[in-house]
């Protein structure tokens, strides 16, 4: 599962690269912190680790900043920039939202899954 997930990644990265190319993005080393953060959160709403609130909130702010940043460095006015840069709004939004469920468990796990839709559908158009 971790293999197809690292693949499924590295393949939007990848497929992503002429959009974030233009903007000077560097997308994998992004989606990789993304991806650790996902799995340890994934584990604390499991409850197979610990809930930890603040390692929650510093991973969840860590998404919303690099997502905002990621969203203003997209150059370009092509559809497929606007439409990338967008799905990163989108993803700063849901991670913000998030971050203000952090300290309700049942609720963060609601908006989680939420951001984790965000993921889905950029991937299901960039790779």
């Known amino acids: 599962m971790r293999l197809i997930l690292s693949r499924t990644i590295l393949g939007a990265a990848v497929l992503a690269a002429p959009v974030a190319?233009?903007?000077?993005?560097?997308?994998?080393?992004?989606?990789?912190?993304w991806n650790h953060s996902k799995r340890d959160i994934n584990a604390m709403l499991g409850r197979r680790t610990p809930y930890d609130e603040a390692e929650i909130r510093q991973d969840l702010q860590r998404y919303a900043d690099s997502a905002s940043r990621l969203a203003r460095d997209v150059k370009g006015n092509s559809a497929e920039a606007r439409d990338f840069s967008a799905r990163f709004d989108a993803f700063a939004r849901d991670s913000?939202?998030?971050?203000?469920?952090?300290?309700?468990?049942?609720?963060?796990?609601?908006?989680?899954?939420?951001?984790?839709?965000?993921?889905?559908?950029?991937?299901?158009?960039?790779?």
């Open 96 to 127: 913000r939202a998030t971050l203000g469920a952090a300290g309700q468990p049942a609720a963060m796990r609601e908006n989680f899954n939420r951001m984790l839709g965000d993921c889905q559908s950029c991937h299901a158009i960039y790779n």
């Open 21 to 33: 190319a233009a903007a000077g993005i560097s997308l994998s080393p992004i989606m990789e912190s």
